[in-house]
């Protein structure tokens, strides 16, 4: 008779546990080593939410994402057909003789993204208006059709070129949706076509490091439908340039959800969200309830009912502007703004990609030229203001905590944690703490650290100390790096002890839905300023001013975002770029979360 310890029920679970095992090893994708599971992988149906935890905990990304994650900014060009019609998206049924950049310098378009730290350069080859910016065999539709260099001139061939000069990775978007193209709508026909200016974009330009391609198919219900070959599209790339990275509809890099320039306040890259472009992804979003917007991409309840899990990090793009491509009429965003948006994408477990878009003739604009030499200080003054000497990696288990001793009591604002990645994504929640004098002064707290995270403290504090507590955590984390900031200022310009308020007699407010003011006459008016009362999801972050001379038709003034004013509910001054003479004004706005904010009369001014 066989003894407790070697009974027949042992031996069957011992058996479960070694097939078990097997079946791990053998139902994931790629394995990078035998500890870690390269991408994705796939549980076993059996397995509970420990195991799913245990196993999630060992997913990491790819070599390319990696590296691709490292670079943090990349730059957004949207160039073509639109630049000149004066339009976002075309139709297709412009003349390509509109086109004519008599000035395209795409030298100077490297030469000031780099010099503002940006590493990569995606341009628009191809918009949905079906423009091709290269000289293509596909299509008349394209620049060899236009006046421009007497159509023999290549946008992607100079930017190529001008990349390899000033030291840049070159990144290509190719618009599924062509409004263009004849076949387009017809299946097999149109794949193929997107397929051939696929492979010319990937074997005449040198290496491509990034292609970027969405999902477009808005010709709406009674317009042409066209199914993609996805497929086809990522055995090609693979094929071709090995090593770049496939965004949005690829199989490396997701769209964050918004085009607000906001990251999620947890942002897992091990995510249960599948590639769009993967064939059963339809059903994993409708099984799990998610999509490209959900809040919630990573969470142990997520784990609970997946099947897989795939290293997918999450990519912000913006434009500097609010349009995509360049319009006249618009302005820049402020630094205001861009560091706002700096602090909630990179400073979120997410890369930044910022669009910039040239004129008609072929330049960055000078203002946005400006606008991004003074983000590129910003970023750099920010990084090189690091309190931390020496940081030592730190393997931290949960209820666990690591003091970070400061070089002197120095002020800081900011908090730069960071996991190393390339042993997984671990930590779920976190506190920071900084010693301010005698005594532990809680500086924020989150969930997902991630590649980078960027925790704010609102107001300055003088400290000699950190301590960064591990909450809770997927087994050991591996932090690699805790950095200390002053975060530069950024705030607007205008001298406060120099400005005048104008007395607030005779105003009265008309109508509910927004602060509406009728300030009883004509007034010169220079800026204005809006100082919140309340805090959190009552105070305006994106407003609107606009002034009317009968209080009915009104005329948009001045717009944009009150940078970090959450964390730091300080009154904002705006100047207008020229005073105008105002009988009425409005001011509407949102708060982070979108919703409607109506100001009160108190927190507004005018100067």
């Known amino acids: 008779m066989m003894s407790k310890k070697y009974s027949m029920e042992n031996i069957r679970k011992l058996g479960i546990i070694a097939v078990a095992m097997l079946l791990i090893s053998s139902c994931v994708g790629k394995k990078a080593t035998t500890d870690t599971f390269e991408r994705h992988l796939v549980f076993p149906e059996w397995m509970s939410l420990e195991g799913k935890v245990e196993m999630a905990s060992r997913l990491v990304p790819t070599p390319q994402q990696l590296a691709w994650q490292q670079l943090e900014l990349t730059a957004f060009i949207h160039f073509g057909i639109n630049t000149y019609t004066d339009r976002e998206w075309g139709d297709g049924t412009e003349e390509p003789a509109l086109f004519n950049p008599v000035g395209l310098d795409t030298d100077q378009w490297c030469r000031e993204l780099s010099d503002a730290g940006f590493k990569l350069v995606i341009l628009t080859a191809k918009h949905h208006d079906g423009f091709c910016l290269w000289q293509t065999k596909t299509t008349e539709h394209s620049v060899a059709s236009s006046p421009w260099r007497d159509g023999k001139g290549d946008v992607v061939a100079d930017l190529a070129q001008s990349c390899h000069k000033y030291g840049l990775k070159l990144g290509l978007y190719l618009s599924p949706w062509d409004r263009n193209h004849p076949t387009y709508g017809e299946g097999d026909a149109y794949n193929q076509v997107y397929l051939e200016q696929l492979r010319e974009l990937l074997t005449n330009y040198g290496e491509v490091d990034e292609v970027w391609f969405d999902g477009a198919n808005g010709e709406g219900p009674n317009g042409k439908y066209q199914e993609y070959d996805w497929d086809a599209v990522i055995s090609l790339i693979s094929e071709l340039q090995p090593n770049a990275i496939t965004a949005i509809m690829g199989r490396d890099v997701r769209w964050v959800g918004n085009e607000r320039g906001l990251g999620r306040e947890t942002e897992w890259s091990a995510t249960v969200l599948p590639p769009g472009s993967l064939p059963h992804a339809k059903k994993i979003e409708e099984t799990l309830s998610i999509n490209a917007v959900s809040q919630d991409l990573g969470s142990r309840a997520m784990l609970e009912h997946a099947t897989e899990l795939f290293w997918y990090p999450s990519e912000v793009d913006v434009s500097i502007r609010p349009g995509w491509f360049y319009h006249d009429n618009e302005y820049p965003k402020s630094l205001e703004e861009l560091a706002h948006i700096y602090f909630n994408s990179i400073g979120m477990n997410s890369s930044l990609l910022l669009n910039i878009p040239p004129n008609r003739e072929g330049l960055l604009d000078d203002k946005d030229v400006a606008r991004i030499r003074e983000f590129g200080q910003f970023v750099r003054d920010f990084n090189a203001l690091n309190a931390v000497v020496d940081f030592k990696p730190r393997d931290l288990e949960a209820g666990d905590y690591a003091e970070i001793v400061l070089d002197q009591e120095r002020q800081i604002s900011a908090v730069v944690l960071q996991e190393d990645i390339a042993r997984g994504q671990r930590v779920e929640r ?61 705030t607007s310009t205008v001298d406060a002890s120099q400005v005048t308020l104008a007395a607030k007699d005779g105003w009265m407010t008309i109508g509910d839905k927004s602060l509406a003011i009728d300030l009883g006459n004509p007034l010169m008016i220079n800026g204005f300023v809006y100082t919140p009362s309340g805090r959190g999801a009552q105070v305006m972050t994106h407003f609107e001013l606009s002034a009317s001379t009968d209080g009915k038709d009104w005329e948009p003034l001045e717009s944009g975002e009150f940078g970090n004013i959450v964390n730091n509910p300080i009154p904002q001054y705006r100047k207008l770029r020229e005073p105008r003479e105002i009988r009425f004004v409005r001011l509407v706005g949102t708060n982070q979360e979108g919703l409607d904010i109506v100001a009160t009369v108190d927190e507004f001014d005018i100067f």
Do not use: C, Q
């Open 430 to 490: 976190f506190e920071i703490e900084a010693l301010v004098g005698h005594d532990w002064v809680k500086v924020g707290e989150g969930t997902t650290i991630g590649y980078k995270r960027i925790i704010l403290s609102g107001a300055p504090l003088r400290a000699s100390k950190l301590r960064l507590k591990l909450m809770e955590s997927r087994g050991t984390a591996y932090i690699s790096n805790v950095s200390a900031h002053l975060v530069p200022d950024v």
